[in-house]
Structures are given as C-alpha cells and as structure tokens.
C-alpha cells in the first residue's frame, strides 16, 4: 500500500511549535512503516493550502498516516483532516469534527458532561469576560481552551485564592486571546489511558504519572510544560499499570471506554483523567492524536502487552485500513482443514534445506543418542463444554516425554542447563543446576498444565519404584512449559497425570513425530502452525569413535518478519504473503530445548553447551523477547551416578571430553536447534483453534523458491 506521511515538523524548541513533530519521530515513523513493506513518502503539510493539495496529490497516497497538527487557529488540529476528506483521500485518525470540538476543552467537557461523564466544574474565560461563574472551589486550575501538551500550564496555573486567580487570568489571556478554562483543580493522581482500536480489547493498560516535587520545586502534581519538554525529565516517573485499587481500575476504565464511545475517537488515542484523593475519576482531556514517541504513554502501555513500535504502528494502519475497505496487501490464504494428528509433512532437510556441515543422525532426531525415546499425548477436540458457562470451546494441547537412556531414576545421568531468558517454567531445573544431575523424564506441556503433570510423573515413577520417597528420597521432575492459548482454551484445556502417563508409555526410539503433535499441538512458531521439533548431529572423534548430538524443541516463539532460514532472512518476503489479521498479538511465547548427547561431558560442560543451543535459536530468528522464556535443558549418558550402592568408595569417577576439543559438540548442539526449530514448522499441516483462529502451514515451496532467488540450495 502506498502511505503518505503527512505532518508540520518542529524547528525550534519555542512554545508556539511545541505540538508540531521532531525530526527524529518522523524518522521513526518513516522506518517502521516502511518495515511493513509499505510504500511510503513524506509530506510536509506547513505553507499555503493549495501547495499542500499539490505536495499531497503528487504523493499518490492510498492511506496519509496523519501526524499534522497545525499550527494556526482554534481549528487547526481539524484543518488537515477536513482537507484529506475534500480529497478523497482515507486517513489515520479522528475526522475533522472531531479534532475541532476536541481542541476546544470547554465545549468538550460540556458535552461529555451531559452525557453523564464527570468533569471538574469550571466555566470559559474570555478576554471579554473575565468572571469565573459557579460556585468553585478552590484550589482552581487556570490553562489555556485550545492548546495541547500541555502549552500555558505551570506549577503557577494552580492558583489557591481569588486574588491569584484573577492575577494569573489577566497574564495568559495577553498570551491566550482564545479563551482560558478555569476549573476545581482535582488534586490526586495524574493517570492516561492509551487506546488502539484494532489491539483486541482496545484499551490498553493505565498509565500512571507521578512527580519528584522536591527536584520540580513545585507544590502540585501536573504534568506542566516544562516537564512535558523533558526540562526536569528525571522528575517525571510512570507507572504501567498504575497501582490502583481493583474499584478505582473499574471507574477509570469505564470512563474511558465511554470517552472513546461519546467521541467517535478512531484507529488510536488517549484520555487523560485526575483520580481524587476519594478513588473518583475525572475526566481532563482526550488527545486523539497522541504522541507515538517510545516514552509517550501509548507506547509505555503498548510495550507492557508485548508491542513493539513497528507493532503499534502496523495496528493503526490496520484500523484505519478496515474503516476504508482498504487492502492492506495481497494476502496469501491458506487453506483451513485437513490435517491428521500423528502424520507429517517433509522435514526441512527432505526439501533440500541442509542446516549446517555436519552430518545428521540416522533418524535426525534425539533418538540418536542411543537409548533416547520420545511419547506424545495430543489433545485435539472441539465444541467442549466450558464448566460453568454456555458456550463451547476448543482444546489444543498435549504432553511430550523426553526419557533420556536407561533407567534414570537408578543411574542419575549428568546434566546441565541455561536460562536465556526467563519468562517461563521448568519445574525441577533448580535442582539439575545445583546437582549436575538429572534422575526423571523431561516432560513438555502448556503454562496451566505443569502441576497436573509433574504430579503425574511422580504417580508414574511410584507405581514403578514403590521404596520412593520411604526408602529412598523424593524427586524433582523435570516439566517445561509453553503458552498455547492463542489455540487452545486453556481454562479446560489441561493435561492430566493420566494423560501424561499415556505420552511416557507412548515413547519410542523410533521416528519422532514433529510438529502440531504432543505438546505442540497447539503451539506457534514464527506465526505458523507447529511445536515439536527435532534433529540431530554426528561427530567422528577417533579416540572415542562415533557421538551423537541430539535436539527436541517444544517451540512457540517469534515473528514471521525475523524468520531466518540456513542463514536466509525468508520472513522478509513471507511477512508481505500473509494476513496480519489472524496473528498472535498479546504474547511473544517461549521455546523449550531438550539437549540430549553420549558426549562424556560433566555439568559443567552442559552448562556451557546449553548457551550454544541458545546460539541455534538466534540463527532462526529468535531475539529473546522481554515476555517470552528461552530454557534449555541438557543430559549425558556418557556419565551416570547410582542413586545407591553397596561400595564403600566415597569416590565416583567421571569421564569428559576435554574442552581443547569441545568446539565440534558446540558445533553440533548449534546446527541441531536451529533445524529442530525448522522442523517444528516444516512438519504441520497447520492447526485451527479457538475463536476460529487459524495457524497456517510454512509454505514448503514458497520458502524454497526463496531461497533458491538468493543461492543455491
């Protein structure tokens, strides 16, 4: 789509600018919007009207992302949008109406008034007209009618007497001839609620500001002009979300969503309300082209549910492309339907996608590792009643068990990990850590179900070893977890204990299922359909002959834009093929990574080998989102402890590879991530879910012609 820019940009710093748009902002625009494979141009919109028209017309904008504020008259916030209307030509944003009433804040606060929002009472001074009519109390507020960013406003405009009031009233209307609000100063808490219309829910979290008067010198809580200017900005503080009370979130909320009702305020915005010192909110003002700078609160709030800049920008677009008809670009469809659990699609490397230089496994799987097996319990099924509600939903989740060789219970083997980022779970890896020893299966499952099945695999283990936890001591399960709500509605869609047996008597050292299976039956990678994942890696050393390097992911992490793929960007040109619309939003998800190897390694060494592995998430794309956890598990059945014997050696001897050649395993664990990360969406056949959401399948053949445009394959 061809996007217009239009906006006056800021030359200097004095007060008359102030509203107008840094350089460096549209700077910012400019890249992410052009990030979204749009075609965009800049318009400078200052100067006279029918060189603008002209400057417009020569942009051929399909949309004008509208940034222009004007810089003349009571009006002149609405001028630019009544102008692209005249045109024809769709626009971000509120329409021309709506920008002249909201630049006047008295007329605004008088409508929203008799709709039954409070305001605080107040009254329109003129130059004409100096009275302050009603029965206010004080203190009073005193600013300009129509000015934004706070332009008039000091720690002076509260005034605590009449003679003060009338002084101060006399000084901004020489400055203001427009007109001067004068209203009850609401002293309590300063709080903004953010708006995105096309983000599910629309309104975003409140945001909180709060002063350091001692550093201000001032008595009042405002956020006045000189703050707003960053003059003092380690002053100002803010809080997302406020730390309100439950009844005092309700009322603002509920005062917001009837602003955004009342006001007709599209595609994105911002009301501004004061919360007194008794929990009541009142309504200050609506901003309905908010400041899109990365510390502005719409962007403080937009980062708390997982946007980035480029994500808000993309949302508004989408807004204003919807209330248009707009194509936002050809979209590539997939189709929604046929897909079996328990069969797959070719791996990457069975489409000529060869990760790497070494050589695969014989099965390219974690089942290479010799004694290694892996089980699945997939959850698929739709209409399900929700307890306690009328409607039904649909469930999308499963176990998978990674048991590592032999019985691990009787011979701990070593092992090891490596948090990359934590915003996730691994119930049991605390002790793996401190240990160095892994003595359970790994059990993969979504957020809600880890406790069900840590509980299942200690019933498990019971059955098989009755003297534990009496004769012996307890255990420690391994169990990690992933967010698969997008698909699955996780108030019913939990495993059981039973369901996590099934996925551990399930487990073969056969061919391991890969994709929408087990615990990834639900999961999304890259914003395509698939979560299991798995490769492996052979390494010739003469001493010891032949080792093997083997990976499972249970994947549910990134955006398409950043897949990488052997080395190719492809989700460049895939981001431009597929509708935003059906994509996960709220959350960044996690990945799993089991590591499993016959490398004689001590803990130690697996520590440091699971930070490679997080290396493999890296060449796929992965940038270790603030939300999303990255943990990493890994084990070796090169060395094994007995939990108990009849030797009398306080002693054990363990055997390791020394790190003077430890470079060709790091080597190894790297190549097998990222190909198992591939291969979790290489091997779905895409996967529907609740609310109709769909994931589709990585196209195989679009990936390959991609990467044949670029190189040889």
């Given at each position: 789509m061809r996007i217009t820019i239009a906006f006056n940009l800021r030359y200097n710093e004095e007060e008359e600018s102030a509203e107008l748009i840094a350089k460096e902002d549209i700077e910012r625009i400019f890249h992410a919007i052009s990030s979204l494979q749009h075609t965009v141009k800049l318009v400078e919109v200052s100067g006279k009207p029918n060189d603008v028209v002209e400057r417009l017309l020569e942009s051929e904008p399909d949309l004008i992302f509208n940034l222009a504020e004007g810089a003349i008259g009571s009006s002149r916030e609405a001028f630019y949008p009544g102008l692209y209307e005249q045109m024809g030509?769709?626009?971000?944003?509120?329409?021309?109406?709506?920008?002249?009433?909201?630049?006047?804040?008295?007329?605004?606060?008088?409508?929203?008034?008799?709709?039954?929002?409070?305001?605080?009472?107040?009254?329109?001074?003129?130059?004409?007209?100096?009275?302050?009519?009603?029965?206010?109390?004080?203190?009073?507020?005193?600013?300009?009618?129509?000015?934004?960013?706070?332009?008039?406003?000091?720690?002076?405009s509260v005034v605590e007497d009449s003679r003060t009031a009338q002084k101060r009233i006399s000084e901004l209307l020489r400055e203001y001839p427009a007109g001067l609000v004068v209203e009850e100063f609401i002293q309590g808490r300063e709080l903004s609620v953010p708006f995105i219309e096309s983000y599910p829910g629309k309104i975003l979290d409140i945001v909180e500001h709060t002063f350091d008067l001692e550093k201000t010198g001032g008595k009042f809580n405002i956020y006045d002009y000189s703050l707003k200017q960053g003059i003092n900005e380690d002053a100002v503080h803010v809080?997302?979300?406020?730390?309100?009370?439950?009844?005092?979130?309700?009322?603002?909320?509920?005062?917001?969503?009837?602003?955004?009702?009342?006001?007709?305020?599209?595609?994105?915005?911002?009301?501004?309300?004061?919360?007194?010192?008794?929990?009541?909110?009142?309504?200050?003002?609506?901003?309905?082209?908010?400041?899109?700078?990365?510390?502005?609160?719409?962007?403080?709030?937009?980062?708390?549910r997982g946007l980035e800049f480029r994500d808000v920008i993309r949302l508004i677009i989408r807004s204003s492309a919807r209330r248009y008809g707009l194509a936002i670009r050809p979209v590539k469809?997939?189709?929604?339907?046929?897909?079996?659990?328990?069969?797959?699609?070719?791996?990457?490397?069975?489409?000529?996608?060869?990760?790497?230089?070494?050589?695969?496994?014989?099965?390219?799987?974690?089942?290479?590792?010799?004694?290694?097996?892996?089980?699945?319990?997939?959850?698929?099924?739709?209409?399900?009643?929700?307890?306690?509600?009328?409607?039904?939903?649909?469930?999308r989740t499963g176990v998978t068990a990674v048991l590592p060789a032999g019985h691990t219970y009787i011979n701990r083997l070593v092992a090891g990990g490596f948090i990359l980022n934590g915003v996730g779970e691994m119930a049991g890896l605390t002790q793996v850590l401190e240990t160095g020893w892994l003595e359970t299966p790994v059990l993969l499952t979504n957020s809600h179900a880890v406790g069900r099945v840590y509980s299942g695999v200690i019933n498990h283990m019971i059955r098989k070893y009755p003297k534990l936890g009496t004769v012996t001591d307890v255990v420690l399960p391994v169990v990690g977890e992933a967010d698969d709500s997008f698909l699955n509605d996780v108030r019913v869609g939990y495993c059981s204990g039973q369901d996590t047996v099934k996925a551990i008597e399930r487990a073969t050292d056969k061919g391991v299922l890969q994709g929408s299976v087990g615990a990834g039956t639900g999961m999304t990678s890259f914003d395509f359909a698939g979560g299991i994942g798995t490769s492996s890696r052979i390494i010739d050393m003469p001493e010891g002959g032949g080792f093997t390097v083997g990976v499972l992911v249970l994947s549910n992490f990134g955006k398409m834009r950043n897949l990488t793929v052997d080395g190719a960007v492809v989700g460049r040109e895939l981001d431009k093929e597929f509708d935003y619309l059906s994509r996960r939003e709220a959350s960044e998800g996690s990945v799993?990574?089991?590591?499993?190897?016959?490398?004689?390694?001590?803990?130690?060494?697996?520590?440091?080998?699971?930070?490679?592995?997080?290396?493999?998430?890296?060449?796929?794309?992965?940038?270790?989102?603030?939300?999303?956890?990255?943990?990493?598990?890994?084990?070796?059945?090169?060395?094994?402890?007995?939990?108990?014997?009849?030797?009398?050696?306080?002693?054990?001897?363990?055997?390791?590879?020394?790190?003077?050649?430890?470079?060709?395993?790091?080597?190894?664990?790297?190549?097998?991530?990222?190909?198992?990360?591939?291969?979790?969406?290489?091997?779905?056949?895409g996967m529907n879910g609740r609310m109709q959401r769909w994931c589709p399948p990585i196209p195989h053949d679009r990936v390959v012609e991609i990467l044949k445009g670029g190189r040889n394959i």
């Open positions: 030509i769709p626009f971000t944003g509120g329409n021309a109406s709506l920008l002249h009433l909201n630049l006047d804040k008295h007329l605004t606060k008088t409508v929203l008034g008799s709709r039954g929002i409070r305001v605080p009472p107040g009254s329109l001074v003129t130059p004409k007209d100096h009275i302050i009519k009603g029965d206010l109390h004080y203190p009073l507020m005193i600013k300009p009618n129509s000015e934004g960013s706070s332009i008039g406003i000091s720690q002076k809080k997302c979300p406020a730390e309100i009370s439950a009844r005092e979130e309700r009322a603002v909320l509920e005062m917001a969503r009837k602003v955004f009702d009342f006001m007709t305020c599209p595609d994105l915005g911002r009301v501004d309300i004061r919360l007194d010192k008794s929990g009541k909110p009142y309504f200050i003002e609506l901003n309905p082209l908010p400041s899109l700078h990365p510390n502005a609160s719409l962007m403080v709030a937009a980062r708390k469809k997939s189709t929604k339907g046929n897909y079996e659990i328990g069969v797959q699609r070719p791996a990457a490397r069975e489409l000529g996608v060869s990760v790497g230089h070494l050589s695969p496994g014989l099965q390219n799987a974690i089942t290479d590792v010799k004694g290694v097996r892996v089980g699945h319990f997939s959850w698929v099924e739709d209409n399900v009643k929700i307890p306690g509600h009328t409607e039904v939903t649909s469930i799993i990574v089991v590591v499993g190897t016959d490398v004689p390694l001590i803990s130690s060494q697996l520590n440091r080998l699971s930070r490679r592995a997080a290396l493999g998430l890296g060449r796929t794309g992965s940038f270790a989102a603030s939300t999303s956890g990255e943990i990493i598990v890994a084990f070796s059945t090169g060395n094994r402890k007995p939990r108990s014997t009849s030797s009398t050696n306080k002693f054990i001897t363990l055997k390791c590879i020394s790190d003077a050649h430890i470079n060709i395993v790091y080597e190894a664990v790297v190549e097998a991530t990222e190909e198992a990360v591939l291969n979790a969406m290489f091997c779905s056949g």
